[in-house]
């Protein structure tokens, strides 16, 4: 069992910058792939960026340039970093693991960005 606990989101402007913070309850190296997952009202819930035990890193192609996502293994948490940010980035965002097969999902946090 992994407990994931997001924190960072909020409201921005356009343009602005955030930081959202996964913590897992585990060490993230016996962790297979983690990622952060977005959802709009109305919208299926899409993939933002996954990055591996190995430390290789992939992205939607909507946020990249713009997003990235990184780890402090000492803390077990994962970051995404939010630059530029557009309306069209406001969503709840929701952290992600995989290990051993089985599918782990944080409880979400609020990003919304107001144009």
């Known amino acids: 069992q992994v407990q994931l606990v997001e924190s960072g989101g909020g409201l921005v402007q356009a343009g602005g910058s955030l930081r959202l913070s996964c913590t897992a309850s585990?060490?993230?190296?016996?962790?297979?792939?983690m990622g952060w997952y977005r959802q709009a009202p109305g919208k299926q819930r899409e993939l933002v960026a996954t990055?591996?035990?190995?430390?290789?890193?992939n992205y939607a192609d909507s946020v990249k340039g713009r997003f990235t996502i990184s780890r402090d293994v000492a803390k077990n948490t994962v970051y995404l970093q939010m630059n530029s940010l557009k309306p069209e980035d406001t969503a709840v965002y929701y952290c992600?693991?995989?290990?051993?097969?089985?599918?782990?999902w944080g409880q979400g946090t609020q990003v919304t960005v107001s144009s």
């Open positions: 990055l591996t035990r190995s430390n290789s890193t």
């Open positions: 585990i060490s993230i190296f016996s962790i297979g792939r």
């Open positions: 992600n693991a995989v290990s051993w097969g089985y599918d782990y």
